[in-house]
Antibody
Framework: EVQLVESGGGLVKPGGSLRLSCAAS????????MNWVRQAPGKGLEWVSS????????YYADSVKGRFTISRDNAKNSLYLQMNSLRAEDTAVYYC?????????????????WGQGTLVTVSS | SYVLTQPPSVSVAPGQTARITCGGN??????VHWYQQKPGQAPVLVVY???DRPSGIPERFSGSNSGNTATLTISRVEAGDEADYYC????????????FGGGTKLTVL
């Protein structure tokens, strides 16, 4: 059974930092690309970042580029999101999600499994 | 940047057909994926690559994509289908990025 378990969320002050982690199990983690997707309270889904299976391709939303860093450790079956210079508008539930397949045009396809999410609150 | 437009809400009676649209410039040239999200739960992929269904998703869920509009069709709607639905594409026209529509709340009357 595919499982994705996020951790590391919490309350942080504006300008602060957090590191989210996602522990993957039930599949060969090193063979799959991964996404971070967030959802602000009462709002829709927002794509944040994608990383290919070998970390060769990394993409970010404009809203987080330069502040967030996605990474992975295939030996530890783990995905990470380092979040710096946090803003109030970064407040959201952050989902770790598996990409079903990586398309030949060097971009991710659909997301087929999602974690339950971890809440990040940026407030003074 | 690429924008996907969904109606905020769609209402349908049980047993009827619900159609949820997703508009975007020449979206027919992109692969469209659809997600269902119920309150307090993570999203679930219900249709991918315009019209394919993941295993375990009922045949009542289908999709199409042409021109400037993609459509998720739910036949024989059940009370359990009430949820938010999001379309999603990958925009590689200028800079690679994922794009979600704003979401549509499906209400089963």
């Amino acid at each position: 059974e595919v499982q994705l378990v996020e951790s590391g969320g919490g309350l942080v002050k504006p300008g602060g930092s957090l590191r989210l982690s996602c522990a993957a199990s039930g599949f060969t983690f090193s063979s799959y690309s991964m996404n971070w997707v967030r959802q602000a309270p009462g709002k829709g889904l927002e794509w944040v970042s994608s990383i290919s299976s070998s970390s060769s391709y990394i993409y970010y939303a404009d809203s987080v580029k330069g502040r967030f860093t996605i990474s992975r450790d295939n030996a530890k079956n783990s995905l990470y999101l380092q979040m710096n210079s946090l803003r109030a508008e970064d407040t959201a539930v952050y989902y770790c999600a598996r990409v079903r397949e990586w398309y030949s045009g060097s971009y991710p396809g659909p997301t087929d499994y999602w974690g339950q999410g971890t809440l990040v609150t940026v407030s003074s | 940047s690429y924008v996907l437009t969904q109606p905020p809400s769609v209402s349908v009676a049980p047993g009827q057909t619900a159609r949820i649209t997703c508009g975007g410039n020449n979206i027919g040239s992109k692969s469209v994926h659809w997600y269902q999200q119920k309150p307090g739960q993570a999203p679930v992929l219900v249709v991918y690559d315009d019209s394919d269904r993941p295993s375990g998703i009922p045949e009542r869920f289908s999709g199409s994509n042409s021109g400037n509009t993609a459509t998720l069709t739910i036949s024989r709607v059940e009370a359990g289908d009430e949820a938010d639905y999001y379309c999603q594409v990958w925009d590689s026209s200028s800079d690679h990025r994922g794009v979600f529509g704003g979401g549509t709340k499906l209400t089963v009357l």
